[in-house]
């Protein structure tokens, strides 16, 4: 089964500090990916998504995340954080196999900043 | 324009009870999707609608059902309410069917909580 890890569930860092969240993927067919962010007490919301072309995306707020087709990795980065980033953010990705189609979510990482 | 219009926001069902979500897409969407959320396990796929139709299907028992109807609103149903059903479901939408396959976004409603006790 095609399956997504986020291998940190929990990250807390310090303003200014830098961000890098893991996001790999068991598939190994053409793929789309995602990352959404939950704000405290909002809904899901895009961050950024990849699906052809360049493996540097760039999204809101200053994230961007790099495709490494290789090592079926979406890792997601900011240079310096903010306490407004504090929020859970989910990995996604969507496969296309045998004409069936399904989006996999990763568990969450639920990011800290502390002022 | 309105954004993705979930209902009811909160409920406490009983075990064994049978329990009904709406959720209004964004106007022209024509795809809604269902997930489960619960702590720790990020969301899980429940179905996919199209224009009327399930266009895809997670791994949930039959207990949980839904539809579609004309104008995109979609119902999802949960019968014979177990504890483990007690999460958070949303509903998402997006101009085509596929989950972001062909890269359209989904976008999200704020969700139902369903406490089952």
């Known amino acids: 089964a095609q399956s997504v890890s986020q291998h940190n569930h929990h990250v807390i860092l310090s303003e200014a500090a830098s961000l890098e969240l893991g996001c790999n993927y068991s598939?190994?067919?053409?793929?789309?990916l995602f990352w959404y962010v939950q704000y405290p007490g909002q809904h899901l919301q895009l961050l950024l998504k990849?699906?052809?072309?360049d493996p540097l995306v760039k999204g809101i707020k200053g994230f961007e995340a790099e495709f490494i087709k290789s090592k079926f990795s979406f890792n997601l980065r900011k240079p310096s954080v903010q306490w407004s980033d504090t929020a859970e953010y989910f990995c996604?990705?969507?496969?296309?196999?045998?004409?069936?189609?399904?989006?996999?979510w990763g568990a969450g990482t639920k990011l800290i900043i502390k002022p | 324009k309105a954004g993705v219009t979930q209902t009811p926001r909160y409920l406490i069902k009983t075990r064994g009870q049978q329990v009904t979500l709406s959720c209004s897409p964004i106007s022209g969407h024509r795809s809604v999707s269902w997930y489960q959320q619960t702590p720790g396990q990020g969301l899980q796929f429940l179905f996919e609608y199209f224009s009327e139709t399930q266009r895809n299907k997670g791994n949930f028992p039959g207990r949980f059902s839904g539809r579609q109807f004309s104008n995109s609103r979609s119902e999802m149903n949960v019968s014979t309410l177990e504890l483990g059903d007690s999460a958070l479901y949303l509903c998402?939408?997006?101009?085509?069917f596929g989950q972001g396959l062909s890269g359209n976004t989904i976008y999200f409603g704020e969700g139902s909580w369903l406490t089952v006790v």
């Open positions: 998402a939408s997006s101009s085509s």
């Open positions: 598939y190994g067919g053409t793929v789309n």
């Open positions: 990849y699906f052809s072309g």
């Open positions: 996604a990705v969507t496969s296309l196999i045998d004409s069936n189609y399904q989006l996999i």
